[in-house]
């Protein structure tokens, strides 16, 4: 700011001494300190005010920004990079049609061979199921009241694999 060295102090200090006098110049020096100290606070506070409004700038130009980006349609955005004429999207949407409109569906259909569908057991039921040794595993099932079964039947039924069977 000032540009005050120590030589400059001392012919200051010398004038005031002369000036003023040994008997008021503690007074005097108080006084100067006391408006140093008033100037001080008020280049603090107007500088404190000066960031305070730079950084509300850059606080309402980053919430620009982030309404901004919430407003961003990704989807668009990607159309119009991959196809800005849009040709492509509307020869895909006339083949689409297209396929759409073709009689024959159901010949082509049934000439796809499906793949086999394997029954899964749940691990629920697979932990209610009896386990093979068990002794409920080899309890006889009771007959259906409504179709009796002969006795072979039966006991080809109850009949559990031996261990070494799988």
Excluded: C
């Amino acid at each position: 700011m000032f540009d005050i060295g120590w030589t400059e102090m001392a012919i200051i200090a010398l004038i005031a001494l002369v000036v003023i006098g040994p008997k008021d110049l503690p007074g005097a020096m108080r006084t100067v300190g006391h408006w140093v100290r008033k100037i001080r606070t008020v280049a603090r506070d107007f500088q404190s005010g000066l960031d305070d409004m730079i950084r509300e700038s850059e606080l309402s130009e980053a919430r620009k920004s982030i309404e901004g980006a919430s407003n961003l349609n990704p989807k668009k955005i990607l159309e119009d990079t991959v196809d800005p004429t849009g040709d492509v999207a509307k020869e895909a949407r006339s083949l689409q049609q297209d396929a759409e409109a073709m009689p024959g569906d159901e010949a082509k259909e049934s000439k796809v061979e499906k793949a086999p569908v394997y029954k899964t057991t749940s691990a629920a039921a697979l932990k209610s199921s009896p386990k093979p040794n068990s002794p409920e595993a080899e309890a006889p099932k009771p007959a259906d009241k409504a179709a009796p079964t002969s006795a072979p039947e039966q006991k080809s039924e109850s009949k559990q694999p031996d261990k070494g069977e799988s």
